[in-house]
Nanobody
Framework: VQLQASGGGLVQAGGSLKLACSAS????????MAWYRQAPGKEREFIGG????????SYGDSVKGRFTMSRDTRKTAVYLQMNALKPEDTAVYYC?????????????????WGQGTLVTVSS
């Protein structure tokens, strides 16, 4: 199973970006998904998680109210809509999947990771 994250780029503070995570196979049929990010010199941070059917979602405090996860099961893709971006949102963003219906806050619970996509927010 391979995950591919895309959609990163350079944006001004206050702007928006939408990241996408696509996967091979039928992974999104029964897998919990999440987005993490990692800035230079910092730990990988939980951004948001979603259960296999999208019924449960949770977001990290630093992005709550600004970022939204969604999924399109037919296209086997998961999205992260990022609004009101701040310079401190600058990081490499990773999507992750776990072979279980629910999501998790613990990055060790995820079985598959995308390669990451860089988001840079200028002030």
């Amino acid at each position: 199973v391979q995950l591919q994250a895309s959609g990163g780029g350079l944006v001004q503070a206050g702007g928006s970006l939408k990241l996408a995570c696509s996967a091979s196979g039928r992974i999104f049929g029964s897998y919990g998904m999440a987005w993490y990010r990692q800035a230079p010199g910092k730990e990988r941070e939980f951004i948001g998680g979603m259960s296999w059917n999208g019924a449960w979602k949770s977001y990290g405090d630093s992005v709550k109210g600004r970022f939204t996860m969604s999924r399109d099961t037919r296209k086997t893709a998961v999205y992260l809509q990022m609004n009101a971006l701040k310079p401190e949102d600058t990081a490499v963003y990773y999507c992750a999947a776990r072979a279980a219906p629910g999501s998790s806050y613990n990055k060790g619970d995820y079985d598959y990771w995308g390669q990451g996509t860089l988001v840079t927010v200028s002030s």
